[in-house]
């Protein structure tokens, strides 16, 4: 069974993302709980550390085994429960562009549509986050229901989308 691509290619300002949407039938305010607390992070993705009041925050992917290196990203807007805004910047000289990632929720009806984006730079990029963030995506989705997370494979996805975001960011 191949994985479909959920990413849309999307032009904001005069910088072009790659934008997913998925929904929850919960609360907004639940959705963002799961989105921006440690713990619940963690079943997904990863999990931070620090003080959010200060602008910035220390982030660690706990998905991708225990060494995985920390990361620092700044809280460029954070408005709860429905919009968060940061940008990881590598340190390193010559990294590359920042990255920007983008959170709104919005709620009807009994539903809370989660959409996430992130700027990017290039189609080489594109090959390999528009994958990683539909298989994260997916494990926010299965962790909120319940189930195991660690049944859904990055490997298929990368498989089955590599060339899909290539190809949108050509």
């Known amino acids: 069974m191949t994985i479909a691509p959920t990413g849309r290619r999307e032009s904001r300002n005069g910088t072009e993302y790659v934008v997913f949407h998925r929904r929850f039938a919960a609360p907004v305010e639940d959705v963002w709980a799961a989105v921006t607390e440690p713990e619940r992070l963690e079943r997904w993705i990863g999990t931070w550390t620090g003080d959010p009041a200060t602008g910035e925050v220390t982030f660690t992917m706990t998905a991708e085994g225990p060494d995985t290196p920390e990361e620092r990203y700044v ?52 090959s390999t986050v528009g994958p990683g963030w539909d298989y994260y995506l997916d494990r926010l989705v299965v962790a909120e229901r319940g189930d195991d997370p660690g049944e859904l494979d990055y490997e298929q996805y990368a498989a089955d989308q590599s060339e899909y975001y290539r190809s949108a960011f050509s």
């Open 75 to 126: 809280v460029e807007e954070c408005a709860p429960p429905r919009r968060l805004v940061v940008r990881f910047a590598d340190p390193s000289e010559g990294s590359g562009p920042d990255w920007v990632l983008e959170l709104d929720l919005d709620d009807s009806e009994g539903f809370t549509t989660l959409a996430f984006a992130q700027a990017m730079p290039d189609a080489e990029t594109a």
